[in-house]
């Protein structure tokens, strides 16, 4: 065994060569992983070894570049070029045996070994779409060469990490070795190699694949088109899309490569990426909790209750369901447990691909029941009863006697004070709140809340079994709506009060949807439907909704909310709605005046940040990139702009927005009164980024 540095070493096996890398986490290749291995590379091939096997040890083969150096000056080490060339060019077989994930750059290196084995539950991708680039290694010219136009395109603009089976198929992995056996059999195949004198693969040389697509530009055309509403708002999937272009169009691998080199610098130097980049880090810090260590023992959920079969009850039992997890629905009517188990059912079949089987499946680790009682065997009790604090009383009373020592009660409240909840029962350690979003089998985000009394063995637990249903995390502290509904909160006092001035639903909902927004705050009500928490006896025609409700126009459901549906559910401006805003703007007085997109986005946006800043100060966020995670998992803010605390620093951080809460403030008063952290960053000269630990 050879060291070729602190990361590298070079074994031997037989005639073959076999260069091992070790950098935890993730063989990211960084400065010292490029060096190891162009140096193992050129070590190996000077040596009599016959074939070169290259292995990963740890949890995956290498993962990519590494994020943390892009940006950085860079060190005087080998380029990842010098290193591929090396493997390319290489006169003995070269083998690049992966488990884990080969992505992005790792599959890049990959790419060059003249073949590659991997063990089945390997999974293989260039997923540098999602940090708003595009592979910047010969990636975006070497996987249509081997996969195809088609499937390339799909995988680069989705960054799908493809399963080592399905990546067979494609011709992307030669062979699959046995689970655990991966060494022996890259070795084998390399002995396979010389001793058949196999020729050594040069993808960049093989333009066969690209052929079936010169001359078709309506492949590309078709694929943008079916994929607009997907891409909206974001630079790199077309960068993407024109790298594979070049691939198809260009007369060389090399011109491909100039161009894909070209676009990959644009990216780069882009504001989405930056955003999309720092996304990436905000999620995993995250799950970091500073007083909760990341060794703090676990609680084990076995099986789960779910009280509530409504609107959130049954998507949050199927998270669950969908991991093999029973679950224990109870509801307080027969009608009403009938009928949430029939959206569960519809919801499977709906789903795109769904086999009959897998459905069944998953309905038969739902039980319903009428009976509280049937919670006792749970290790895991979550309440998505009525809005109502009297009732979240009531039901955690009787929870507290139902549940076995040790279950973890939480609450789905959107508002509701977890400490009040807690102090009914004789075990406030247990309570704890799980937020989900709506629908809550599909939304990303888990608002994860910490009572005063909460135990940090119940918060641990929360936080990984977030991770195991495939939401993504984030800690909030006691408050009315947590981090994201009392940021929303802001958001719709303006919305209302801007079309009392003189806009329409539809231009506040415009300009939302073009800052990236998957709908703005009108279209969103009118998908909801108005008449949650409305109730007609009461109502006298004192709001806009009363009045809309009153017309029967309560959203989607009825074809008509704000806007007026069409039989295609195509929302249209409404003249009726239209008069019953002039209605009460006249009833009230005021003049209606223009108001420009600008001061829209900004009376929306920036009492947001503000809020998020109060947050922080009372401690119910532990750092500003967790309330980005909230908002870009849980309320559709455009990943591309990073999170509203990142895009106040990219539009000139706490002085600029300052300022301009301070210019609304002097003209609207106290619902833009700065918050003290704005004025002290701003004074100090800070960025909202030095609010992150
Ligand atoms: N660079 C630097 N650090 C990385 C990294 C990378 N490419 N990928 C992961 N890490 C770090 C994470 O930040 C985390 O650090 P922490 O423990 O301090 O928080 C640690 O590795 C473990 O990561 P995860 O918590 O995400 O571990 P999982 O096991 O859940 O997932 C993974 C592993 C699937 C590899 C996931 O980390 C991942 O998707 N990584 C990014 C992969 C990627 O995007 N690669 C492309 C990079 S861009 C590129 O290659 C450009 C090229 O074309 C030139
Ligand atoms: P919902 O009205 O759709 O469902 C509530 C269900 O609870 C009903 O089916 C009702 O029969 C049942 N129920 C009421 N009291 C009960 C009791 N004592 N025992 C058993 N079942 C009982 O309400 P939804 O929308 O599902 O909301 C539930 C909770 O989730 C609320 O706290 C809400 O604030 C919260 N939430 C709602 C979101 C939404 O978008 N709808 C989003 C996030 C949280």
């Given at each position: 065994?050879?060291?070729?540095?602190?990361?590298?070493?070079?074994?031997?096996?037989?005639?073959?060569?076999?260069?091992?890398?070790?950098?935890?986490?993730?063989?990211?290749?960084?400065?010292?992983?490029?060096?190891?291995?162009?140096?193992?590379?050129?070590?190996?091939?000077?040596?009599?070894?016959?074939?070169?096997?290259?292995?990963?040890?740890?949890?995956?083969?290498?993962?990519?570049?590494?994020?943390?150096?892009?940006?950085?000056?860079?060190?005087?080490?080998?380029?990842?070029?010098?290193?591929?060339?090396?493997?390319?060019?290489?006169?003995?077989?070269?083998?690049?045996?992966?488990?884990?994930?080969?992505?992005?750059?790792?599959?890049?290196?990959?790419?060059?070994?003249?073949?590659?084995?991997?063990?089945?539950?390997?999974?293989?991708?260039?997923?540098?779409?999602?940090?708003?680039?595009?592979?910047?290694?010969?990636?975006?010219?070497?996987?249509?060469?081997?996969?195809?136009?088609?499937?390339?395109?799909?995988?680069?603009?989705?960054?799908?990490?493809?399963?080592?089976?399905?990546?067979?198929?494609?011709?992307?992995?030669?062979?699959?070795?046995?689970?655990?056996?991966?060494?022996?059999?890259?070795?084998?195949?390399?002995?396979?190699?010389?001793?058949?004198?196999?020729?050594?693969?040069?993808?960049?040389?093989?333009?066969?694949?690209?052929?079936?697509?010169?001359?078709?530009?309506?492949?590309?055309?078709?694929?943008?088109?079916?994929?607009?509403?997907?891409?909206?708002?974001?630079?790199?999937?077309?960068?993407?899309?024109?790298?594979?272009?070049?691939?198809?169009?260009?007369?060389?691998?090399?011109?491909?490569?100039?161009?894909?080199?070209?676009?990959?610098?644009?990216?780069?130097?882009?504001?989405?990426?930056?955003?999309?980049?720092?996304?990436?880090?905000?999620?995993?810090?995250?799950?970091?909790?500073?007083?909760?260590?990341?060794?703090?023992?676990?609680?084990?959920?076995?099986?789960?209750?779910?009280?509530?079969?409504?609107?959130?009850?049954?998507?949050?039992?199927?998270?669950?369901?969908?991991?093999?997890?029973?679950?224990?629905?109870?509801?307080?009517?027969?009608?009403?447990?009938?009928?949430?188990?029939?959206?569960?059912?519809?919801?499977?079949?709906?789903?795109?691909?769904?086999?009959?089987?897998?459905?069944?499946?998953?309905?038969?680790?739902?039980?319903?029941?009428?009976?509280?009682?049937?919670?006792?065997?749970?290790?895991?009790?979550?309440?998505?009863?009525?809005?109502?604090?009297?009732?979240?009383?009531?039901?955690?009373?009787?929870?507290?006697?139902?549940?076995?020592?040790?279950?973890?009660?939480?609450?789905?409240?959107?508002?509701?004070?977890?400490?009040?909840?807690?102090?009914?029962?004789?075990?406030?350690?247990?309570?704890?709140?799980?937020?989900?979003?709506?629908?809550?089998?599909?939304?990303?985000?888990?608002?994860?809340?910490?009572?005063?009394?909460?135990?940090?063995?119940?918060?641990?637990?929360?936080?990984?079994?977030?991770?195991?249903?495939?939401?993504?995390?984030?800690?909030?502290?006691?408050?009315?709506?947590?981090?994201?509904?009392?940021?929303?909160?802001?958001?719709?006092?303006?919305?209302?009060?801007?079309?009392?001035?003189?806009?329409?639903?539809?231009?506040?909902?415009?300009?939302?949807?073009?800052?990236?927004?998957?709908?703005?705050?009108?279209?969103?009500?009118?998908?909801?439907?108005?008449?949650?928490?409305?109730?007609?006896?009461?109502?006298?025609?004192?709001?806009?909704?009363?009045?809309?409700?009153?017309?029967?126009?309560?959203?989607?459901?009825?074809?008509?909310?704000?806007?007026?549906?069409?039989?295609?559910?195509?929302?249209?401006?409404?003249?009726?709605?239209?008069?019953?805003?002039?209605?009460?703007?006249?009833?009230?007085?005021?003049?209606?005046?223009?108001?420009?997109?600008?001061?829209?986005?900004?009376?929306?946006?920036?009492?947001?940040?503000?809020?998020?800043?109060?947050?922080?100060?009372?401690?119910?966020?532990?750092?500003?990139?967790?309330?980005?995670?909230?908002?870009?998992?849980?309320?559709?803010?455009?990943?591309?702009?990073?999170?509203?605390?990142?895009?106040?620093?990219?539009?000139?951080?706490?002085?600029?927005?300052?300022?301009?809460?301070?210019?609304?403030?002097?003209?609207?008063?106290?619902?833009?009164?700065?918050?003290?952290?704005l004025e002290k960053l701003a004074a100090e000269g800070k960025k909202f980024a030095d609010l992150n630990k």
């Amino acid at each position: 065994m050879t060291e070729i540095n602190a990361v590298t070493k070079l074994e031997r096996d037989g005639d073959v060569a076999v260069l091992v890398l070790n950098s935890p986490p993730v063989n990211a290749l960084s400065s010292n992983v490029r060096q190891g291995l162009y140096d193992g590379f050129k070590a190996a091939g000077a040596s009599d070894a016959k074939a070169i096997v290259l292995i990963c040890e740890g949890r995956t083969f290498i993962a990519g570049a590494d994020i943390t150096e892009f940006g950085a000056p860079g060190k005087p080490t080998a380029s990842l070029l010098d290193v591929q060339a090396m493997m390319e060019d290489s006169p003995k077989p070269v083998i690049a045996a992966i488990h884990g994930t080969a992505l992005g750059g790792g599959l890049e290196v990959a790419l060059c070994a003249h073949y590659r084995v991997a063990v089945p539950s390997a999974r293989l991708g260039l997923p540098e779409v999602a940090l708003g680039l595009l592979p910047g290694a010969g990636g975006t010219q070497r996987l249509p060469r081997v996969v195809g136009v088609e499937t390339a395109l799909e995988m680069m603009t989705s960054g799908r990490h493809v399963p080592a089976p399905e990546a067979h198929k494609l011709g992307l992995v030669d062979e699959l070795a046995p689970e655990g056996k991966l060494r022996e059999a890259a070795v084998a195949f390399a002995n396979k190699c010389v001793a058949e004198n196999k020729p050594l693969v040069k993808i960049s040389e093989n333009n066969t694949k690209l052929q079936a697509a010169k001359g078709k530009p309506e492949i590309f055309a078709e694929f943008r088109k079916a994929n607009a509403r997907k891409f909206r708002g974001f630079d790199a999937p077309e960068a993407n899309i024109k790298c594979i272009e070049a691939a198809v169009n260009t007369n060389s691998f090399e011109e491909g490569l100039a161009e894909e080199r070209r676009l990959f610098g644009g990216l780069m130097s882009g504001a989405q990426s930056a955003a999309q980049r720092y996304y990436f880090f905000a999620e995993r810090q995250a799950n970091k909790i500073p007083d909760v260590p990341d060794d703090t023992p676990i609680r084990e959920i076995k099986k789960v209750g779910v009280l509530g079969a409504g609107t959130m009850g049954g998507g949050i039992s199927m998270n669950f369901a969908n991991i093999g997890i029973p679950v224990t629905i109870v509801e307080m009517q027969k009608d009403a447990l009938d009928r949430g188990l029939a959206t569960i059912r519809k919801n499977y079949e709906r789903s795109r691909g769904a086999k009959p089987e897998e459905t069944e499946k998953r309905m038969s680790l739902l039980t319903g029941s009428l009976d509280m009682n049937d919670f006792a065997d749970c290790d895991l009790i979550i309440e998505a009863v009525y809005e109502r604090m009297d009732i979240k009383k009531d039901v955690f009373k009787k929870l507290d006697g139902i549940a076995k020592p040790g279950a973890i009660l939480a609450t789905n409240t959107s508002y509701l004070n977890i400490d009040e909840i807690a102090a009914v029962t004789k075990r406030p350690q247990d309570v704890i709140g799980m937020h989900f979003f709506s629908p809550a089998n599909v939304m990303k985000l888990l608002e994860v809340v910490r009572g005063e009394k909460t135990g940090k063995d119940v918060i641990a637990t929360a936080m990984k079994l977030a991770k195991k249903i495939g939401k993504v995390a984030a800690l909030a502290g006691v408050c009315h709506g947590f981090i994201g509904n009392r940021m929303l909160s802001q958001r719709q006092r303006e919305a209302q009060k801007l079309i009392m001035e003189g806009a329409m639903p539809w231009d506040v909902d415009r300009v939302l949807y073009d800052f990236g927004f998957p709908m703005g705050p009108f279209a969103m009500s009118d998908l909801a439907g108005l008449d949650i928490g409305w109730v007609k006896e009461n109502s006298k025609g004192e709001t806009l909704r009363d009045v809309l409700c009153e017309a029967d126009r309560r959203g989607q459901k009825t074809g008509a909310g704000y806007y007026d549906y069409d039989e295609n559910r195509v929302a249209k401006p409404s003249a009726f709605t239209e008069k019953a805003i002039n209605d009460f703007i006249v009833k009230s007085g005021a003049n209606p005046r223009k108001i420009s997109d600008e001061e829209i986005l900004e009376r929306s946006i920036y009492p947001m940040i503000n809020e998020g800043l109060k947050i922080l100060e009372e401690g119910k966020a532990i750092r500003a990139s967790d309330i980005d995670v909230v908002w870009v998992n849980g309320y559709g803010w455009p990943v591309y702009r990073g999170g509203p605390m990142f895009y106040g620093d990219l539009i000139g951080g706490p002085a600029k927005v300052l300022e301009k809460m301070k210019a609304f403030e002097a003209k609207m008063g106290d619902d833009f009164k700065p918050a003290p952290l704005l004025e002290k960053l701003a004074a100090e000269g800070k960025k909202f980024a030095d609010l992150n630990k």
